[in-house]
């Protein structure tokens, strides 16, 4: 996932631990690995439509290019 996103291990290790003490996200170990889901999956519609009306605004104000993506971005490995 860091490698994917660009990001520090150490960000995304920092992240994953303020999301799951606020329980956002279950963790799930497996041997050396730690998985983790969503608790709601309404998150992610919830994320995509507050994304959806910031760069509404943005557009508008001409701070970002019209034709921008409002599409929610899935990161998988």
Same mark, same amino acid.
């Given at each position: &996932? !860091?490698?994917?996103? /660009? ?14 003490? %606020? =329980? #956002?996200? =279950?963790? %799930?170990?497996? !041997?050396?690995?730690? *998985? *983790?889901? $969503?608790?709601?999956? %309404?998150? #992610? +519609?919830?994320? !995509?439509? #507050?994304?959806?009306? $910031? ?5 508008? %104000? /001409? ?9 929610? &971005?899935?990161? +998988? +490995?």
């Amino acid at each position: &996932m !860091a490698k994917t996103i /660009g990001v520090p291990l150490a960000n995304i290790s920092q992240h994953l631990t303020m999301l799951k003490s %606020r =329980n #956002i996200v =279950n963790p %799930r170990k497996d !041997a050396q690995n730690v *998985y *983790y889901s $969503l608790v709601d999956p %309404r998150l #992610i +519609e919830a994320c !995509a439509m #507050i994304r959806s009306i $910031l760069l509404d605004g943005m557009k508008s %104000r /001409g701070l970002v290019a019209s034709d921008v993506d409002t599409k929610v &971005m899935v990161v +998988e +490995e």
